[in-house]
């Protein structure tokens, strides 16, 4: 880099020792608990943690006879889980503040182009992450539930107990809400020079299988919630072959732009 480079580099004297980075990450991570406790607070008092579980029982209690309820085996499973579902339900609704002081940890170590590079990023990133979930809420479960209860002979009651619902279902949420992010994976990977989009374009064939097995991991052994995992990645794959092209384009370095204008 040339002497007239270092005088106009924007991070110039931007530098702080790492003692000050631990305590800014520090006071991020608190500001980040404080959100999450806030949230929890709200949704303590409305709608409350019988509401949340109401809400979540949805799908399930549709494909129930209509008076037979979820169960609690365990003893403490009555306090714990909906304690549980709180705290999952107020770590989404806080996810844009957690992303807010991620952003502000790390942006001003970041170039004028590398941050009209990030902030779509984390926006489309914690988009994806509520359509996967509400994908799996209004769809996913009620589809999976409906074949499931198909195979349910008439002499056994589907009664299923609360913890084990739960924990299935959160699982699901997590599933999901990570595999949506697949177009920011490509975008990345793309953006760091560790592929290119011809090889992305060639590597579609593979990812399909890597969705299917993917999909057969970490949903339940029916072919409905396989499915819904599956097609899905495998549409945002393309989705993020097609951001990975536009990003390319509109997040170049300067130099870079110079470069390609004088070529």
Known sequence: MSDSDKSTDELAGSEQPFVQHLMELRDRLLYGVIGLAVCMAILAIWPGPGGLIDLIAVPIRAHMPPDAKLIAIGVFSP???????????????????????????????????EKRFAVP?????????????????????????????????KSVAATPDIASYVEAILSLYLAFGLAFQVPIVVVLLVKMNMVTVKQLKEFRGYFIVVAFVVAAVVTPPDVVSQLALALPMCLLYEFGIWGAMWFAKSTKAPEEEASSDAA
Do not use: E, R
């Open 79 to 113: 306090f714990f889980v909906p304690l549980k579902v709180l705290a999952m339900a107020a770590l989404l609704m806080s996810l844009p503040w957690w992303m807010y002081q991620i952003w502000a940890f790390v942006a001003p170590g970041l170039y004028s182009h």
């Open 121 to 153: 990023l984390i926006i489309v990133g914690s988009l994806l992450a509520y359509v996967g979930i509400a994908f799996v809420q209004f769809f996913v479960l009620d589809k999976m539930f409906g074949f499931i209860q198909q195979f349910t002979p």
